[in-house]
Nanobody
Framework: QVQLVESGGGLVQAGGSLRLSCAAS????????MAWFRQAPGKERVFVAAIAASGASTNYADSVKGRFTISRDNAENTVYLRMNSLKPEDTAVYLC???????????????????WGQGTQVTVSS
């Protein structure tokens, strides 16, 4: 199995920045594409960003384009999400996801990801 552990969340003022990390362990050879999703209280889980196994292709939700950057370090089995110009509407639990597939364009659908972390809280104050 694969375990994913997120870190780096916290409380930040609007306009600030945070960097989230997601460290994978276990059968890491099973990890291909990876992604970040977020879930606000009482709302459904939504796509934020994804990165292909090679790191050559990324995909972003329109709401975060130009502000968030996803990257990965395959030697360290870690994926990152750099978040700049944060807004109060970015407040949510951020979850890391992984899948064995190695695609040219990583999926935006939560149902396509087999492995999930527990999440890290990001709170942006106005």
């Amino acid at each position: 199995q694969v375990q994913l552990v997120e870190s780096g969340g916290g409380l930040v003022q609007a306009g600030g920045s945070l960097r989230l990390s997601c460290a994978a362990s276990g059968r890491t050879f099973m990890i291909g594409d990876m992604a970040w999703f977020r879930q606000a209280p009482g709302k459904e889980r939504v796509f934020v960003a994804a990165i292909a196994a090679s790191g050559a292709s990324t995909n972003y939700a329109d709401s975060v384009k130009g502000r968030f950057t996803i990257s990965r370090d395959n030697a360290e089995n870690t994926v990152y999400l750099r978040m700049n110009s944060l807004k109060p509407e970015d407040t949510a639990v951020y979850l890391c996801a992984a899948d064995p597939r190695r695609s040219t364009r990583p999926s935006t659908a939560a149902t396509d990801y087999d492995y999930w972390g527990q999440g890290t809280q990001v709170t942006v104050s106005s």
